[in-house]
């Protein structure tokens, strides 16, 4: 063992156990590992150290393929919700949230789907609310709804190069690992790589190296996420404790009281002829209209029985949310008023923000006229919830009190300004559009493009994936401001931070010499059972550490076994794929699992009791369809 290659195993020993202790943020430890690689090379001596090749490279796995693709999913799924395709989604599911078990299957199968297209945690973050929705409103505990959402989010994304990091990584260093061996295999002729080229029986100058394509993890991606699916619906919700199930509503911000705003029936409303008490029951008591507004502009109670017709104006109760999918779903409108403002503030930077009226507010005791002066007309108020009591006014005749919530609209930077100067509460974020019209259509044309230029090889998926981010900037789907705070940075750092300490276990040829080891300790061993213990290892890294940095550090591993076997590469990769997108045991290892942590009430210890059977299962169901679809 060479002096480099001591060097690099105590670093990846350091890092792990960074990871595991979990003082610092796995982008922080990751930074670490990069400086530590850095400062190795300089005492080993940058010139004859194989740490690193090129210390002027060192931040060269922030521009890598892998860490571009990631930004791109992230960005490309927020402007997914943007358009309107979660609301499609919400309504499609709504009515199938009667039954416990279609519940489950349908928000699951719904997840799965979802992460297949687009990032697995964007996915998870879309059905969030939906889930917690459904199931406060079928009184259902969304401990038993959450988990098998967040699992289905995981086993969705193994489907296709995109649903989650861990596969991009293993398409991209496909293609760069089969590079580096043509290349070792052409400058020596005994080389383990011109060895491997030999066993396959592949004509080195011939071979044209690639990475993974879009579906080539699709095969036994969606094997496996089907069974994944089936066993979660059936039996895995109920392995969760009892104990654990949390009430309905408890500690959810997506539970926030309805709010009171003005609305206005247009031409092809589908609530037109429809009386006014058949109304909360046709809208699946999402929508409740108190009030009526004349030609006058006066608020009157409006009679039960009263028949509702095209230009009337009412004063209604929702959630925003509800709110949006019913103006997309029932063509309902703001009041022509309201509309006009909303439109002259409508720019990129538009967003909106639910704040408390706080003791010490200038708004309290005043009204929206004074909150149109005092912020320069540079907000709207879209709507108003009031906890203790209801209200029974129109929006420009209500008086705030404390403890009131605002939903306003306007631009970021205004908004921030003037929640500080009205001393106002702001809420936790949620994905409220309300006023924002749905592109569903246009979107998913955009989106299949690029899915379609990447299969067929026109463009790389990379690159497919920027124009179809500047496509939707073009068409005001996405707000610049908002491609820069969906990028999850931390894993960007992860990544790029991760990629030249991957790199350099290959270089000091420490990847090899692990793989040898390896073979050694499992020579009795059939191929099939190694490609499972491989399998098993990254699983059982990825429950403790970040499933991308696990993926780094497997993939030059399995690469260094395959070839010391003389077996095709391949199906080692997509068992490291496999394994590093399965972090099932732990709320740390993936951050899907961490997203329901605080709303389903889980425990630590829930996570496994669900999770080691699923893994158990696929461990079981992937070696053979990995054998089947990518023989060795």
Known sequence: MTIDQIAIFCIIIFTFTLFIYGKWRYDIVSIIALCTLYIADLILGS???????????????????????????????????????????SRKIAPLSKNQLTHIASLSGVATICSAIMNNVGALALMLPVALKTAIKQNRSPSIILMPLAFASILGGMITMIGTPPNIIIATFRGINQMNLKTEALENINSPAANYFMQQNINIEQFSPSPFGMLDFSPVGI??????????????????PKESYKNPGSGSHFSITDYITEIRIPIGCKLIDLKIRDIEKFTDNRLEIFGYIDKEENFLS???????????????????????????????????????????????????????VTPNSPLLNRGRTYLRRKTANSLVLMAVARQDKPIHKRLDKIIFCVGD????????????????????LPLEQRDIQVG???????????????????????????????????????????????????????????????????????????????????VDMTQNLPNWSILAIIMIITMCL?????????????????????????????????????????AFLTPIGHQCNALILGPGGYKFSDYWKMGLPLEILIVLLGTPLILHFWPL
């Open 436 to 518: 924002i019209f749905s592109k569903v259509g246009l979107s998913m044309l955009i989106f299949s493009s690029a899915i379609l230029l990447s299969i067929f090889g026109i463009l790389p998926t990379t690159l497919a994936f920027i124009v179809a981010i500047l496509l939707y900037i073009f068409t005001g789907i996405l707000p610049i401001r908002q491609i820069y705070e969906q990028i999850d940075w931390p894993i960007i750092v992860l990544l790029g931070a991760m990629i030249p300490v991957s790199n350099a276990l290959q270089t000091t040829g420490s990847s090899q010499l692990l793989a040898t080891l390896m």
């Open 47 to 89: 010139e004859k150290s194989t740490l690193i090749m090129d210390p002027s490279n060192i931040f060269s796995g922030f521009g890598h393929p892998a860490v571009i693709t990631v930004a791109a999913v992230l960005i490309i799924s927020q402007a997914l919700r943007n358009s309107g395709v979660v609301d499609l989604i």
């Open 302 to 356: 409006v009679p039960n029985h009263t028949i509702i017709k095209e230009g009337d104006r009412f004063l209604v109760k929702a959630d925003p949310v509800d709110l949006k999918l019913m103006m997309d779903e029932y063509t309902i409108r703001f009041t022509k008023k309201m509309r006009e403002r909303i439109d002259k503030l409508k720019d990129e930077d538009t967003t909106f923000k639910e704040v408390l």
């Open 223 to 240: 094997a496996i996420a089907f069974c994944g699916v089936f066993f979660i619906t059936l039996i895995g919700w109920r392995l969760i």
């Open 542 to 582: 990825s429950d403790i550490i970040n499933n991308a940095a696990t993926a780094l550090i497997m993939a030059p591993i399995a690469s260094g076994i395959a070839i010391s076997l003389g077996v095709n590469i391949d199906p080692f990769l997509m068992a490291v794929a496999v394994g590093a997108s399965c």
């Open 405 to 424: 919530v605002l939903l306003l609209q306007g631009n970021a930077d205004h908004l921030e300004d003037n929640i500080s100067l009205l001393h106002l």
